[in-house]
């Protein structure tokens, strides 16, 4: 857990320095340079601009098209991201009893723990690190899609629903629906798991209040983006670990008979 955080910050550092190249101020075009813009923020900005065209310049209907493909996109590694979690899990006893196995600091002590705990993730066939995988892959573009709504002219100028995508959902009802969605994707999440640490269980909450915070503060564009990805991961990670707990009812089941 404090490594994903550790990662979380430090991707967050690097996006800060990458995003830092293109003021937003810079309207985005395909003439824009550097990495950030040239690989980042206008691929997507041009893809909501397409889509806008197609649906008769409904910026609002684009960026759900949008988003769905950018979800789609990043289903297999969702779903290798939620077993190797599932797996992870699993072998925590083990890990665990390591642990107690190893208690003195010393170096040699806690060499062969890192030996013996790789060992065995191995036997397992897991990968510490999968887990980190997606969160690598998706803060680029949620920031890269934060860019290209900011810096997409066009969609500051057009309406979907009740709201303004340039502007902040004056009603508060997007802020508020993204904060329940991410919240129940993450206790759908937590479901699974039988015993989440307290760290995740504080994270079920905290995270809801600062996507709400932000998306008050946002244009009701990203907001948009949030709810339809919530909506979207809540019904992947629904379809993903229901057959795991099926599957693991009948092993029980038939270890009991």
């Known amino acids: 857990m404090r490594k994903k955080i550790g990662l979380l910050i430090a991707l967050f550092a690097l996006m800060a320095v990458l995003s830092g190249c293109g003021s937003m101020n810079d309207p985005i075009t395909s003439d824009s340079t550097g990495i950030w813009d040239t690989y980042f923020v206008y691929p997507l900005s041009w893809l909501i601009t397409y889509f806008?065209?197609?649906?008769?310049?409904?910026?609002?209907?684009?960026?759900?098209?949008?988003t769905l493909i950018i979800r789609t996109a990043l289903l297999p590694l969702m779903i290798k991201q939620t077993?190797?979690?599932?797996?992870?899990?699993?072998?925590?006893?083990?890990?665990?009893?390591?642990r107690e196995k190893y208690k003195s600091k010393d170096a040699n002590t806690q060499q062969k723990l890192q030996q013996e705990t790789m060992a065995l993730f191995q036997k397992n066939g897991v990968n510490p690190l999968a887990g980190c995988l997606p969160l690598l892959i998706q803060m680029p573009i949620l920031l890269g899609f934060y860019h290209a709504i900011m810096r997409t002219g066009e969609i500051a100028n057009h309406n979907f629903l009740w709201?303004?995508?340039?502007?902040?959902?004056?009603?508060?009802?997007?802020?508020?629906?993204?904060?329940?969605?991410?919240?129940?994707?993450?206790?759908?999440?937590?479901?699974?798991?039988?015993?989440?640490?307290?760290?995740?269980?504080?994270?079920?909450?905290?995270?809801?209040?600062?996507?709400?915070?932000?998306?008050?503060?946002?244009?009701?564009?990203?907001?948009?983006?949030?709810?339809?990805?919530?909506?979207?991961?809540?019904?992947?990670?629904?379809?993903?670990?229901?057959?795991?707990?099926?599957?693991?009812?009948?092993v029980d089941g038939g270890a009991k008979k």
């Open 163 to 250: 709201f303004d995508l340039g502007d902040p959902d004056p009603f508060y009802i997007l802020p508020l629906v993204a904060g329940l969605t991410t919240f129940l994707q993450q206790k759908i999440m937590m479901g699974g798991m039988d015993n989440p640490n307290p760290q995740m269980k504080m994270l079920l909450y905290i995270m809801p209040v600062m996507i709400v915070v932000f998306a008050i503060n946002f244009p009701a564009a990203l907001s948009l983006y949030w709810v339809i990805g919530n909506i979207f991961m809540i019904g992947q990670t629904y379809f993903i670990t229901t057959p795991m707990k099926k599957k693991e009812n009948q």
């Open 52 to 66: 806008a065209t197609l649906t008769g310049e409904n910026y609002g209907l684009a960026i759900i098209i949008v």
């Open 83 to 98: 077993r190797s979690s599932k797996a992870m899990q699993e072998i925590q006893p083990e890990i665990q009893k390591l």
